[in-house]
């Protein structure tokens, strides 16, 4: 492959415009490399849409290109017609460095995506207060009655490389990586997932649109068996560092998230399970410790409760009622 076709394998409109550090939101980004508009006179929105998967155009000056000329402009000021390409290869060569981690023999692909990999993922992703956090992911946070600020969501980052994890059969035996590039919009939202001893494992995506088809997915290959959502005291209990006198189990990311929030002022240790999370390997939970369960009133719920009840019964359990 030519590296120019490499570029545009590899790179959207939209991820060329992080590159170039240019801001926005919804498709419409500024300054604009060409004029350096950052609006319009009849538009207080940034000038430059993506107009395609790999164009723009510009609102202001009518500028418009691949994503070679958007580089080019804001190199040099004139389109790539007139560049020196040796220097555009260069530039985005240079900006290749960010790749995950290589995927290790050691990594049981059998249970989880690589470790480091899942790591790479939540390490580059946006803290949701970040301004590359879209709106619609803080409205749909802050609409549920959620401060996000010091969780442990984050939102994706659509100008890493998704093509270079490492890739497995999807249902129809396709080959595709282990976290979809598609799976970037699809979900923007992604937590961490820890096993029962405390090691990050896994990551969960969940979605803001209403109309999705699906709201919530495990990586390709991979179920939440055996994984939890933790806020740290959970982490820090898993790993023996921190004994606990309340644990409180919740369902989903949504009641994991809505309780983590609380976890500073009050000194509590917070789980979210999903199905799957609750096997054979029991979470070192205390015996004195109070377990709180809040799974939601329904069947699933309350198969979830009796499963915490068997498996815990040397606690004093309690079983709040939400909704
Ligand atoms: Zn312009």
């Not at 950052?38 to 510009?58: E, F, I, L, M, N």
């Not at 937590?191 to 979605?207: E, F, I, K, T, V």
């Not at 915490?308 to 909704?323: A, E």
Request: glycine share 8%; with cysteine.
């Amino acid at each position: 492959m030519s590296w120019i076709a490499e570029v545009k394998a590899k790179h959207t409109i939209v991820s060329a415009f992080s590159l170039l550090g240019m801001q926005g939101r919804r498709m419409r980004y500024g300054p604009c490399p060409a004029c350096g508009a950052v609006r319009t006179a009849q538009d207080s929105r940034p000038p430059v849409r993506a107009s395609g998967r790999h164009s723009w155009w510009c609102n202001a000056c009518q500028q418009n290109g691949d994503i070679l000329d958007l580089v080019s402009y804001s190199l040099w000021g004139y389109s790539s017609k007139q560049a020196d390409f040796k220097e555009l290869k260069k530039f985005f060569l240079d900006r290749d460095h960010i790749k995950p981690p290589e995927y290790k023999p050691d990594d049981n692909m059998s249970q989880h995506p690589p470790q480091g990999q899942v790591k790479w993922l939540l390490d580059e992703a946006y803290m949701m207060d970040d301004q590359q956090t879209p709106d619609e992911v803080w409205d749909y946070i802050h609409k549920r009655g959620i401060n996000p600020i010091g969780g442990s969501a984050r939102c994706a980052n659509k100008t890493l490389d998704h093509g270079q994890l490492r890739w497995v059969s999807n249902s129809s035996g396709k080959k595709m990586p282990w976290w979809p590039t598609a799976w970037v919009n699809l979900y923007p939202i992604i937590l961490p997932m820890y096993d029962h001893n405390g090691q990050l494992r896994s990551l969960h995506g969940r979605s803001v649109d209403p109309n999705a088809r699906r709201k919530t997915s495990a990586p390709l290959g991979f179920s939440a068996k055996g994984l939890f959502f933790m806020n740290q005291k959970a982490i820090h209990m898993c790993r023996g560092e921190y004994e606990p006198k309340e644990v409180w189990i919740v369902e989903g990311e949504i009641d994991f998230m809505s309780l983590e929030q609380f976890t500073d002022e009050e000194d509590i240790t917070v789980i979210g399970i999903k199905a799957g999370s609750l096997n054979d390997n029991l979470l070192p939970i205390p015996p004195n410790a109070k377990i709180f369960i809040c799974t939601d009133p329904d069947d699933a719920g309350d198969r979830y409760a009796q499963k915490i009840i068997r498996q815990y019964s040397g606690n004093t359990l309690m079983r709040v009622r939400h909704g």
